[in-house]
């Protein structure tokens, strides 16, 4: 998926109010952007993911706060 499918992807989700899209499209932004070395950025995507994933009650909202603690975002 290139980066505009995924911002395009992302601009859908928001429309149609897609939570678990949303949790899922963030996370992969964010591991993409991790792996590409850009921690701020990428931090900056997982938090989206972990507050979506706090809204709707998803499981993934505690892997998602042990990537931010491992990378310092939160405590």
């Not at 992969?28 to 989206?48: M, P, Q, W």
């Amino acid at each position: 998926m290139t980066e505009a499918d995924l911002d395009a992807a992302l601009l859908l989700a928001h429309e149609q109010n897609d939570s678990a899209q949303l949790v899922a499209l963030y996370q992969k932004a964010g591991l993409s952007c991790i792996d590409a070395k850009n921690v701020d950025a990428g931090c900056f995507y997982l938090t989206h993911a972990y507050i979506f994933a706090l809204e709707m009650g998803s499981p993934k909202a505690g892997e998602l706060h042990e990537v931010l603690v491992s990378y310092g975002r939160e405590e």
